[in-house]
């Protein structure tokens, strides 16, 4: 069994996130994303946060979720859910997670290393009765997650003085992206390193081509021969007089020289058409609608606000519900588990217009599946302070409706006029 097992492990190991992990450069190339493309740009998360398109999506993802309010539920017998706003797990993931981080802060840098390097983690500080007391960030690049024979996860911290610690299940907070082997998330950066590694180049080759004054390269062309010491002379000379500030200067040329520009021009490569469509794909890759990130260019009045309809639902949702099921796993005790979950509020996204709003409030009310009081909180929970009134608790019922609690009353027999009733009956035998 214990051959099976290992056997098994070993093939889990090779079909991960990459088809070879045998070295240190390997695991680091496909777990946190450094490599160098076929544009010749080395890729890493740090250089691709360069690209305008890559720092744009990975911020406008990072912001978004950062700002949610992150509440603790316990779920009651109704099916109703109490806020446990005095849980020091509510109090970690919704206000303050360690002594120097806010929740906003904790969750962005959660959040940009899933879309960076594909996994975030947290160390886990517990008290001697093994409550959650303080949640510390790692930097991805300082954990490497092994599993072993048994099935265990462990984790292999680098520490600050150059030292390693093993931590296991209960001791890490640990968020996967996309997975291919269930225990490791993939790095999006090493996956999409060619189509960031020509958005980069192609953003170097246009600050190369305005730093010599939007003029291209070319050779210059003598009649004869020149001996080296002519050769390095006249280029150096003709690079300092006619590129970078001195571009547009008159030229100069010696013994019948003559310039010929043999570059391609930037609209023979396609510059502007090649960096919109970077843009548009990198902005697929992290699943964000392309006019947050400032990509208007097919945006319209009529279908901007479905584009971030979609953006909660598809690009914010997964990652709230993967979020969401690690703090259960992770954070809460077997348990707290059966009765308690972590839910983002993102009712605030989803708002719409006043106008839009009014209407589901008055909806609601006049419908009797919301309270006047709920409405005001719900409105409060967007800016504008409403406190309850007292007398708007009960939910409204329309008088043509009923709620089926009451039984029906029994139908009264109907009497015809044109026949005499019973006690007409019995009075017209008697004065006979």
Not at 12 to 17: D, G, T, Y
Not at 318 to 331: F, N, Y
């Amino acid at each position: 069994m214990a051959n099976f097992l290992q056997n098994l492990t070993g093939l889990l190991r090779k079909s991960s996130a990459a088809p070879d992990w045998g070295t240190l450069e390997r695991y680091l190339s496909w777990t946190i994303g450094t490599g160098t493309s076929a544009s010749g740009v080395a890729v890493s998360p740090q250089t691709a946060m360069q690209s305008a398109a890559v720092y744009s999506s990975v911020k406008v993802l990072a912001e978004s979720i950062g700002m949610l309010p992150l509440n603790l539920y316990r779920k009651e017998a109704n099916n109703a859910r109490t806020l446990l706003s005095d849980h020091p797990l509510h109090v970690l993931c919704h206000d303050q997670p360690n002594e120097w981080m806010t929740s906003v802060e904790f969750w962005e840098m959660m959040v940009m290393s899933l879309n960076l390097r594909g996994n975030a983690y947290a160390y886990i500080n517990r008290n001697r009765s093994g409550q959650v007391v303080e949640l510390l960030p790692l930097q991805p690049d300082m954990v490497q997650v092994e599993m072993s024979t048994d099935f265990q996860l462990e984790y292999r911290i680098s520490m600050p003085d150059g030292a390693f610690k093993r931590l296991g299940v209960g001791e890490i907070f640990h968020i996967r992206g996309l997975t291919l082997n269930g225990w490791l998330g993939i790095s999006p950066i090493a996956y999409a390193r060619e189509s960031i590694g020509l958005a980069l180049a192609t953003e170097r080759f246009g600050g190369q081509l305005f730093k010599n004054g939007a003029k291209m390269g070319g050779v210059l062309e003598h009649p004869g021969k020149l001996s080296k010491e002519s050769y390095e002379r006249i280029k150096t000379s003709f690079d300092e007089a006619h590129s970078g500030d001195n571009a547009h200067k008159t030229a100069l040329l010696e013994e019948g020289m003559k310039f010929a520009r043999i570059s391609l021009s930037a609209n023979d490569s396609q510059f502007l058409e090649t960096r919109k469509y970077q843009r548009s794909e990198i902005a697929a890759i992290f699943r964000v609608p392309p006019h947050m990130i400032g990509d208007l260019e097919r945006a319209t009045f009529s279908n901007i606000e479905q584009q971030s309809l979609e953006f909660v639902n598809y690009s914010l949702m997964p990652w709230l519900v993967r979020i969401e099921k690690a703090i259960k796993r992770d954070l809460m005790t077997t348990d707290e588990r059966k009765t308690m979950t972590a839910k983002f509020n993102v009712s605030g996204l989803l708002r719409g217009d006043a106008s839009a709003r009014s209407a589901l409030y008055h909806n609601g009310i006049l419908d009797g599946w919301m309270t006047r009081n709920e409405a005001r909180a719900a409105e409060s929970e967007l800016g504008i302070v409403l406190s309850p009134i007292d007398g708007l608790d009960l939910p409204l019922i329309p008088l043509n409706m009923e709620d089926g609690t009451r039984p029906p009353e029994p139908d009264e027999p109907e009497s015809n006029p044109e026949l005499p009733s019973e006690d007409d009956a019995s009075t017209t035998n008697s004065q006979e």
